[in-house]
């Protein structure tokens, strides 16, 4: 199970923090990824994290101003995403695929980010 939250209603060149929530199972197998679908487009990856061994990777478009991070012990996932822009308007979402396939399998049910101009 994955439990996003954080999202709220943020001015432009604001941060915020999304946090999800990992439960249920061992992920140890698992890649978690953070993605958005902003309104009237398709969905978007914005980077993941290979939870055994903590390396993370981004979609080239998101560099630079989204960080994930994570807290194993809490079994957190984290997504910084600074100097937020209108166009960051979306929900959020944090997803879960086995490192042996390519499709994201499980995902979290999202949190809205609105940015205002």
């Known amino acids: 199970q994955l439990q996003a939250c954080g999202g709220g209603l943020v001015q432009t060149g604001d941060s915020l923090r999304l946090s999800c929530v990992v439960s249920?199972?061992?992920?140890?197998?698992?890649?978690i990824g953070w993605h958005r679908q902003a309104p009237g487009k398709e969905r978007e990856f914005i980077g993941s994290?290979?939870?055994?061994?903590?390396?993370?990777g981004y979609a080239e478009s998101m560099k630079g101003r989204f960080t994930i991070s994570r807290d194993r012990s809490k079994n957190t996932l984290f997504l910084q995403m600074d100097s937020l822009r209108p166009e960051d308007t979306a929900v959020y979402y944090c997803?879960?695929?086995?490192?042996?396939?390519?499709?994201?399998?499980?995902w979290g049910q999202g949190t809205e980010v609105t940015v205002s101009s």
């Open positions: 997803a879960a695929r086995r490192i042996i396939v390519t499709v994201y399998e499980y």
């Open positions: 249920g199972r061992s992920f140890g197998s698992y890649i």
């Open positions: 994290i290979r939870w055994s061994s903590g390396s993370i």
